[in-house]
């Protein structure tokens, strides 16, 4: 290779290093520079908890922005070592190199609007982008999490420290393709008798979100079919509609403004499954 080539090639390498960089200095300028661990507990009747579960939906690929990182002393959450500390985004932990902002510090602080001013809302983060349900109902790993037994661990986990009221799934993009879809309602059904079965509670109310309407994928709608047809079999489910809701620029991953939108959506599905 001649020397100008060779510089060529250099400083193409350097403008894509360049560029990657400062894709992650964007996505991650706002994070929290510190946690906040929680001293005192509440009682631990005083505790309520939910598990955050699905893909890369649930688990947020939106920008945290500086809003998102403003804590509530009622709104608690479980980091890596499974310590609990107040609630900033992003909530998520599992892949930190594509990490970002969720629903739940919105659906947290939602809660606390409809219920007694004693209770703390503890959310448990246990979603993984692109893990199929298939993945999740046989208990295998993905990127490097095992889906099933994770779950099971962080809920043993808040169980420690609360009551389990609820789960809140967004799950089904990578299922939405012809050999999946067709089967996505009753794999639905059978994976959330099997959380139940882990919570102990067989009318656990889960909550569950529709896949963004601005997916150029045609079995994306099917997957939303499949969802609303279990939730009409199921009086201990809810849904939320994302219909109105927008992408981040990739047609996949819903933007900042959608993920706080859905917490809200969430907290007032669950509410309603409750009356």
């Not at 889906?147 to 099971?152: A, G, I, K, P």
Request: proline share 5%; with cysteine; hydrophobic share 35%.
């Amino acid at each position: 290779m001649s020397q100008k080539k060779l510089m060529l090639s250099l400083l193409t390498l350097g403008v894509i290093f360049g560029m990657r960089a400062q894709e992650k200095d964007q996505r991650t300028q706002y994070f929290p520079k510190s946690e906040l661990r929680v001293q005192k507990l509440p009682p631990k009747d005083n505790v309520w908890v939910f598990v955050l579960a699905g893909q890369s939906n649930m688990a947020g690929r939106g920008q945290v922005e500086p809003k998102d990182t403003i804590p509530d002393p009622r709104v608690l959450t479980l980091n890596r070592q499974g310590n609990i500390i107040l609630a900033k985004e992003p909530l998520h932990f599992y892949e930190p190199s594509m990490a970002g902002l969720d629903c739940g510090l919105a659906l947290g602080k939602a809660m606390l609007k409809n219920i007694p001013d004693s209770i703390s809302v503890l959310l448990i983060p246990t979603a993984v982008g692109g893990s199929s349900i298939s993945k999740w109902l046989e208990g295998k790993e993905h990127r490097q999490v095992n889906l099933l037994s994770n779950f099971m661990e962080k809920v043993e986990q808040g169980k420690r420290f609360g009551a389990i009221k609820g789960i809140f799934w967004h799950q089904g993009e990578s299922d939405a393709k012809p050999e999946t879809a067709p089967w996505y309602e009753d794999r639905l059904r059978k994976l959330f008798t099997i959380f139940r079965e882990i919570v102990g509670k067989p009318n656990t109310p889960i909550v569950i979100g529709q896949l963004g309407s601005y997916s150029t994928n045609e079995w994306w709608p099917k997957i939303n079919e499949q969802i609303k047809a279990y939730v009409s079999s199921d009086s201990n489910a809810g849904l939320i509609n994302t219909s109105d809701l927008e992408h981040k620029g990739d047609e996949v991953h819903f933007n900042s403004e959608a993920q706080r939108t859905m917490g809200e959506r969430y907290a007032r599905a669950y509410f309603k499954i409750r009356q």
